[in-house]
């Protein structure tokens, strides 16, 4: 069965400290997302990658980076945390001419 | 740059009321326009997906409908029940983009016994 496993589900970070947000993927699928959602805003996609090895910036992706080390897996990285970055992370993954597939989320309180 | 518009932040309705919600969108490419559904504690899973070439998606009772016209798609439901209760995003995906979504705002939908 087509997976998005995201981890962990629920983190609180400090101001200034690093986060580290991780998903594995078992669809085989070669594109990944990461995505924030915030009351009034939608979906908004900070990084995406096209396979192992690639990173590429979305939308909004000041403050964060991302590593893809594999096809199953994607990390999003906060550096330094900022409560700005409060909210729900999405993980998604994605094959050719198939729609995305959505993670649980992770909900990240910065405080 | 690609964008989508979602007005209707909150939907309240009784069971078996009529559900329609309204997006609009902005692209300068052949669109495939997706709807979305995100169930409490969930994340967002595909209900509908929509290209230019059919205009239309049925599933799960839900239809989809899309007017190149006035650039706008619509879900719609005859009559809802309080297991439709969640948020309904809209969203958009163009070729070529490794499809990336771009999405609507969303829209609560909460049903009332």
């Known amino acids: 069965e087509a997976a998005v496993t995201q981890s962990p589900r629920n983190k609180v970070a400090v101001t200034g400290g690093k986060v580290t947000l991780s998903c594995n993927q078992t669809?085989?699928?070669?594109?990944m997302y990461w995505y924030r959602q915030d009351t009034g805003h939608g979906l908004r996609l900070i990084h995406y990658?096209?396979?192992?090895?690639?990173?590429e910036k979305g939308d909004i992706p000041d403050g964060y980076k991302a590593s893809r080390p594999s096809q199953e897996n994607f990390s999003l990285i906060l550096e330094l945390a900022t409560p700005s970055q409060t909210s729900v992370y999405f993980c998604?993954?994605?094959?050719?001419?198939?729609?995305?597939?959505f993670g649980e989320g992770t909900r990240l309180s910065v405080l | 740059g690609d964008s989508v518009t979602q007005k209707q932040g909150q939907v309240t309705l009784s069971e078996d009321d009529f559900l329609f919600i309204n997006c609009t969108y902005s692209?300068?490419?052949?669109?495939?326009l997706l709807w979305y559904v995100q169930y409490l504690g969930q994340g967002p899973q595909l209900l509908l997906k929509?290209?230019?070439?059919?205009n239309k998606g049925i599933s799960r009772g839900f239809e989809a409908t899309y007017d190149k016209g006035t650039t706008s798609f619509h879900l719609q439901k005859a009559s809802v029940q309080e297991s439709d209760s969640a948020v309904y995003f809209c969203?958009?995906?163009?070729?070529?983009?490794?499809?990336?979504?771009?999405f609507g705002a969303g829209t609560r939908l909460a049903v009332c016994p």
């Open positions: 692209t300068t490419t052949y669109p495939t």
């Open positions: 929509v290209t230019t070439a059919n």
């Open positions: 969203a958009l995906v163009v070729s070529g983009s490794f499809n990336k979504l771009t």
């Open positions: 990658s096209y396979g192992a090895g690639s990173t």
């Open positions: 669809n085989n699928h070669n594109n």
């Open positions: 998604a993954s994605g094959g050719t001419g198939k729609a995305p597939l």
